[in-house]
């Protein structure tokens, strides 16, 4: 079994800033690439940024210029960082992770049960 663990979620004010941290643990064999995702209330959940395994970057118009993810495979991690946090950024985060295990050379998608980052002054 593999899992996805998210922290770092929490109450901030407009402008300010949290850093989102997922570590991947279990039978892990690879990770390929990983990504932060979002859901917010009455909405349909969507991209943040991914990192590829050779640290290729993607990011949501959203977010650029505000957040960055970054990852260390070492420690099967993936973090992101969250400057000039606005309330539209209010949502659950989801780690998204694409791995084979021990047992199943297969990628396949896995994701954490997420956490959630408010916004609000």
């Known amino acids: 079994q593999v899992q996805l663990v998210e922290s770092g979620g929490g109450l901030v004010q407009p402008g300010g800033s949290l850093r989102l941290t997922c570590a991947a643990s279990?039978?892990?064999?690879?990770?390929?690439?990983m990504g932060w995702y979002r859901q917010a209330p009455g909405k349909q959940r969507e991209l943040v940024a991914t990192?590829?395994?050779?640290?290729?970057?993607n990011y949501a118009d959203s977010v650029k210029g505000r957040f960055t993810i970054s990852r260390d495979n070492a420690k099967n991690t993936v973090y992101l960082q969250m400057n000039s946090l606005k309330p539209e950024d209010t949502a659950v985060y989801y780690c998204?992770?694409?791995?084979?295990?021990?047992?199943?050379?297969?990628?396949?998608?896995?994701w954490g049960k997420g956490t959630l980052v408010t916004v609000s002054s």
């Open positions: 279990g039978s892990i064999f690879s990770i390929n690439a």
């Open positions: 990192i590829t395994s050779g640290t290729s970057t």
């Open positions: 998204n992770a694409k791995m084979s295990t021990t047992t199943s050379w297969a990628f396949k998608d896995y």
